[in-house]
């Protein structure tokens, strides 16, 4: 009841793009998951092919994030999202109705352009509809995200039972109901006026050597969220022996998600510094590798009381991992905007995401090492401290940062600007 009076309490912008990104990560889950399978099972195509395929559309999405930004602080974030949601629909919609390479290739660049076009301008609108609330508004984010990141893998394994075309069509038809709402229901806001031209807002951006150093001290939150999908489903199968195992590890997380979340960000949000609490998230996220490392290896459980035993380490190493997120992520959301101008909130989110995911590449790149080298020599706890490590570094990054007095102090906003009606609406 809480969760839903909060919600209510932001303007009806808000409350739109928390449910825009519960049909987002529904409709990004329910295909992507099973992408791979359907080309080289369902189409024939050889592992070489699968891999240009989804690089390709990772690198459409990773390297033009900046573009994203950009268009976002010079035509407007609302444009930029429905345009957004838009191409996703056309992208989607061809991951059903083709089966060539050139159609495929087509479809992972119109996907993975779409990403970078509305994932920072949502943040960036969102950023600024949200005011001196900006770090309940990305933990309310961060729990509908959450909440479609489960919903998409399971809906998605249901219309497979079909076939994968129906997953297609569906996700396509969710991004063409999200692209309506947002141009019905988003409100048109005024763009500021930005001085010179975009590469100069690019050198801007980039010449912030502070901006810089928190971005590349973040590798640690990518890489070790990313083991949600890789590591941690991989130790849940090998711990139990089950396939399905690595379900578990996602239910966990949704169900803290939503009971903690809000929960942990408003404790936490006036009881200490934002550079404090980013970094105490990066040592939970650290930590959360080592109950799995202690408790794997060995034969292959016997039994389902065994396979449940040596699943819980697993687990209590997600439930770790995802309250890290729960404590690090709203305020480093809530950081990005304030390294600069607000009229460059859009530049700096998609900046931050190119060289965040320069480095989280990196990061997975040395996870997977160390997986295959723990694998070939019997020495299973590798990538489990190999992420420890990553989690800790980024932590000492950050605290150093603070102590340096190098992370932005909170904006001050006139009162005016951030009080609210009954219904949540912005008064002037």
């Known amino acids: 009841m809480k969760t839903l009076r909060t919600i209510r309490d932001f303007p009806l912008a808000v409350q739109l793009l928390l449910i825009n990104q519960l049909g987002v990560n529904t409709g990004f889950y329910l295909l992507i998951p099973y992408l791979a399978t359907h080309l080289g099972e ?209 239910l966990v997380g949704t169900v803290a998600n939503l009971a903690l979340q809000l929960r942990v960000t408003t404790r936490l949000k006036h009881r200490g510094s934002r550079g404090r609490w980013i970094t105490a998230g990066l040592v939970l996220m650290g930590l959360a590798f080592l109950p799995p490392a202690v408790a794997l290896g060995g034969p292959p459980a016997d039994g389902a009381g065994e396979a449940v035993l040596r699943l819980l380490p697993v687990l209590a190493g997600a439930f770790l991992l995802y309250l890290g997120i729960m404590v690090a992520q709203p305020f480093v959301m809530e950081l990005i905007p304030e390294f600069g101008r607000e009229e460059l909130t859009g530049t700096y989110f998609g900046i931050f995401y190119v060289v965040s995911g320069i480095a989280a590449a990196v990061g997975n790149t040395a996870v997977g090492w160390a997986m295959d080298t723990g694998q070939g020599t019997g020495r299973d706890w590798l990538p489990w401290l190999c992420c420890l490590a990553f989690g800790l570094l980024s932590a000492a990054g950050v605290d150093r940062l603070r102590r340096l007095r190098a992370l932005p102090e909170p904006r001050p906003r006139p009162v005016a600007a951030t009080a609210t009606s009954t219904s949540g609406e912005k008064v002037s």
């Open 42 to 250: 369902d189409l024939g195509m050889s592992a070489a092919v699968v891999g240009i395929v989804l690089g390709v559309r990772n690198l459409s999405q990773q390297g033009l994030f900046i573009v994203g930004g950009s268009a976002a602080d010079r035509l407007g974030a609302r444009g930029v999202i429905i345009a957004g949601c838009a191409l996703r629909t056309v992208g989607f919609g061809l991951f059903a109705l083709g089966d060539g390479l050139p159609v495929l290739l087509a479809a992972s660049v119109l996907s993975g352009l779409a990403g970078a076009l509305f994932n920072p301008a949502v943040r960036a609108y969102l950023s600024v509809e949200s005011g001196d609330r900006k770090a309940e508004a990305f933990a309310l984010f961060n729990m509908f995200a959450t909440t479609g990141a489960l919903i998409g893998p399971l809906l998605g394994s249901a219309l497979l039972l079909v076939d994968f075309r129906a997953s297609a069509l569906t996700a396509a038809g969710i991004f063409a109901v999200l692209t309506v709402a947002q141009a019905v229901v988003l409100p048109a806001r005024e763009v500021p006026a930005n001085r010179g031209g975009v590469l100069g807002d690019w050198r801007e951006v980039l010449s912030n050597r502070r901006f810089l150093a928190f971005s590349t001290a973040m590798v640690g939150m990518f890489t070790l969220e990313n083991q949600l999908y890789l590591l941690l489903p991989d130790g849940a199968r090998a711990a139990t022996g089950l396939p399905g195992a690595a379900s578990a590890v996602f």
